[in-house]
């Protein structure tokens, strides 16, 4: 046991000691200028081992401070690798280990992402992969070709890392450029990295929503994905088609978007983003019926969201489905009572119904008809009163509601004199 002990401390102070110490960054500086002489010699330049050495001197430059982190690590492993932090700020649940030359941020004692604070040069991984490419380009014999792949391998992994790291900082720019450099060097390579096609994507699309219109990129790179068969599963399994449909319509293309939407609901048809597409779709052409539709498929996976309910209240009411168009509104008013325009629009179903009777009534001349027609349309204007009330009171000054409650109380002031009282007093809040 004390040999084994030892060992873990001589491990944790040489490890912690080379985290910490800025002489590695100036050797490898020193080192990468001695390089940029070689290669332009024209014996060195031309030696695939001076390129090698020149790959090898950037990737240990961008590893120099990360080398041994990772997404998940608990931060008592950092602390095992890393020593003590020099500082650590808590802001909200992110705490934030500060080191000589990078800050590590942990969720829950998690690791989410770091960012360097001293860089050994700026973005070396691209001129290690360009050094590479150029030893193999080289090495005619092949007689590298093991090195270079087992390089290839190491840099694609740390150009993933990085790409979602840059993703956690919010450096969308980096992040999709990090993506391109891991398509391009595996495509040099002869891969296909069908996923990072989708995160390239991605990435664009994030940039197009920060205000950068990189639209058409995402939809490339998205569509790449597609061609060399990627596929997610799970909840996501249809997130790709919704981009796609929201990149389209971005740079104005609705029926491309369309589309892709169509396609993606085929293979994905319980993907509730992609039915809220079709709704939103039908129902600017005003096709009610088709949207309603879709909302019967969206009830299934979507069953308590008062606002689905709303939309299929509203586009019943527009086909003169009265009771379906209530049935809905109930449904609203049942998983959010809090919302006003779920009791208004409720309320105004029975005030258009009964201005129906009313045109109705106008055009008989039979008197009882037309009674029976002017009291049925009381009726109706009276179901409206409560409901226009309770939006009143859940939205306080709202001029719509109050001028139709003033009508409903004139006009049925007669009838019920308790009307009488509210005429006056909604009139005087309309007179402020």
Known sequence: MKKVFISIASIFFSVSGFSQNDSKAKTLKDDIAKNDIAIQDAKKGSNPNTW????????????????????????????????????????????TYVYSRIKIYFLKGVLTHWEETASVVDNPLPEAIKAYQKAKSLDEKGKL????????????????????????????????DDAQEKIALNNFFGKIDT??????????????????????????????????????????????????????????????????AEKGFQQNPDDIGLIYIMINYYMNRKENQKALDYIEKAKINDSKNALLYFVEGSLHDKLG???????????????DPSDYGYHYNKGVVYYNSAVKLMEEADKITNNAEYEKLKSLADDEFY??????????????????????????????????????????????KLAL
């Open 52 to 95: 090698m050495n020149r790959g090898k001197l950037f990737w240990d430059a961008y590893g120099l401070n990360i080398q041994y982190l990772r997404q998940g690590m608990p931060a008592t492993e950092i602390v095992l690798f890393l020593g003590k932090p020099n500082e650590t700020v808590t802001e909200g649940e992110i705490e």
């Open 145 to 176: 070709t093991k090195k270079i792949e087992e390089a290839y391998n190491g840099i694609n992994r740390d150009l993933e890392a990085k790409a979602f790291n840059e993703y956690a900082l919010k450096n969308y720019k980096g992040a999709y």
């Open 195 to 260: 996923a990072f096609y989708y995160y390239a994507g991605y990435f664009a699309y994030a940039l197009s929503e920060a205000g950068e219109n990189m639209w058409k990129e995402s939809i490339s790179n998205f569509d790449n994905a597609l061609l060399y068969g990627y596929k997610e599963t799970g909840e996501n399994a249809g997130l790709i088609y919704t981009m796609l449909y929201n990149s389209c319509t971005a740079l104005g293309d609705t029926l491309k978007g369309l589309s892709y």
């Open 321 to 335: 489905n009265k009771e379906k168009a209530i049935e809905a509104y109930d449904m609203a008013i049942s998983i």
């Open 383 to 428: 179901k409206a009163i409560p409901l226009m009330e309770k939006a009143l009171e859940l939205h306080v000054g709202d001029r719509d509601v109050m001028e139709t409650l003033k009508s409903l109380y004139f006009r049925l002031r007669t009838k019920y004199p308790e009307m009488e009282a509210k005429y006056e007093s909604i009139v005087e």
